[in-house]
């Protein structure tokens, strides 16, 4: 129930591609659903976030897209470059909650 | 990033040692956390301290031992760890449990 699913596990795309990172949930309370972006050395960092009143959220060359009634919800880099290599986790929480549920990670490698 | 500090970067330990992790976050925050980031597995929320209670322990082993003098300052110290505790262990900070968790760059553990 707590679980959060993320694929896939690596994801290699050309420069100028559109990398597609995809998460799943079985909580129906969760209402909290970020992205972090992690380089190596690094700890992970806010990259997007949404909220279930939206199905979309965009920020720049990001893009969250949420599909309540399927309870998955997944993140789109348009125009990756290489500097977008990193790893990035998807979470999920409840609103009485402090507790973020972690994705296992997809490492993306942009190639140049 | 320079928001949260750890140190050390790196350690490690034989299994007969006893040192601590610490953690700093110069944000204001309230709240802050434990997580063990593991190779090919979700970060592991261990602890959570809010206004320096703990309100969240999530089956951690004993030999983990936190404290959280004041809100800015969390340690983890470990004892008679095990092979397999080897890791990297990560300190976050919040406002409070919806808004986001920022992290500090990990402390790179080996128990040997």
């Known amino acids: 129930q707590q679980q959060v699913k993320q694929s896939p596990q690596s994801l290699i795309v050309q420069k100028g591609g559109i990398s597609i990172i995809n998460c799943a949930y079985e909580n129906t309370a969760f209402d909290y659903f970020p992205w972090y972006q992690q380089f190596p050395g690094k700890g992970p960092a806010l990259l997007i976030a949404i909220r279930p009143d939206v199905s979309e959220k965009k920020e720049g060359r990001f893009t969250i897209s949420f599909n309540k009634s399927a309870k998955q919800f997944s993140l789109h880099i348009m125009d990756s470059q290489p500097g977008d290599s990193a790893t990035y986790f998807c979470a999920a929480s409840e609103d009485s909650s402090y507790k973020l549920i972690f994705g296992s990670g997809t490492r993306l490698l942009v190639r140049p | 990033e320079t928001g949260v500090t750890q140190t050390p970067r790196h350690l490690v330990m034989g299994m007969t040692n006893k040192k601590s992790l610490k953690c700093e976050q110069h944000l204001g925050h309230n709240a802050m956390y434990w997580y063990k980031q593991s190779a090919k597995k979700p970060l592991e929320l261990m602890f959570v301290y809010n206004f320096k209670e703990q309100t969240e322990n999530n089956s951690v082993p004993s030999r983990f031992s936190p404290e959280c003098p004041n809100s800015s300052h969390l340690f983890l110290h470990l004892h008679t760890l095990q092979p397999e505790d080897s890791a990297l262990y990560l300190c976050?900070?919040?406002?409070?449990?919806?808004?986001?968790?920022?992290f500090g760059p990990g402390t790179r553990l080996l128990v040997l």
């Open positions: 976050a900070s919040s406002q409070d449990g919806r808004e986001t968790q920022y």
